[in-house]
Nanobody
Framework: VQLQASGGGLVQPGGSLRLSCVVR????????MIWYRQAPGKQRELVAR???????TYGDPVKGRFTISRDNADETVYLQMNSLKLEDSAVYYC?????????????????????WGQGTQVTVSS
C-alpha cells in the first residue's frame, strides 16, 4: 500500500488550499483516513479524520475552517483548508487504517494495518 499526498504550497493568510492523498496498490478495506501535521519543533497533531461511515473528527485549531472528505471509489482523501493562518504552516501527512479480512474465518476478526504518506509542505506566509 502506498499513499501519495499532494496539494501543498505557499499561500497567504486567509487563503485556501486543497490537499489530496491517493491510496495505491491497496488490496484491503480502507477504514479510517486521517490527516496529521507537524510543524518544526512541535509534536505531530491530528488535523482531521474521516471514518468509513463518513463520520468526521477535527482538531480544535482547525474546526470550522478545514473540511475532510473521501472518495471511496478512487480511494482518495481530501482536506479543504480555508481561512489559513500562519500557525497552519506544517508538513501535512495522510494516514490510513486498513482492514485485512483474508484470515477472518480462522481468527474471527480482521487484521488492521496503518500506512503513512510522504508528507506535503504547507506554508502560510505574507
Amino acid at each position: 500500500v502506498q499513499l501519495q499526498a499532494s496539494g501543498g504550497g505557499l499561500v497567504q493568510p486567509g487563503g485556501s488550499l486543497r490537499l489530496s492523498c491517493v491510496v495505491r496498490d491497496n488490496f484491503f478495506v480502507i477504514n479510517k483516513m486521517i490527516w496529521y501535521r507537524q510543524a518544526p519543533g512541535k509534536q505531530r497533531e491530528l488535523v482531521a479524520r474521516i471514518d468509513s461511515d463518513g463520520a468526521t473528527t477535527y482538531g480544535d485549531p482547525v474546526k470550522g475552517r478545514f473540511t475532510i472528505s473521501r472518495d471511496n471509489a478512487d480511494e482518495t482523501v481530501y482536506l479543504q483548508m480555508n481561512s489559513l493562518k500562519l500557525e497552519d504552516s506544517a508538513v501535512y501527512y495522510c494516514n490510513v487504517n486498513v482492514l485485512d479480512y483474508s484470515d477472518l474465518d480462522r481468527v474471527g476478526e480482521a487484521y488492521e494495518y496503518e500506512y503513512w504518506g510522504q508528507g506535503t509542505q504547507v506554508t502560510v506566509s505574507s
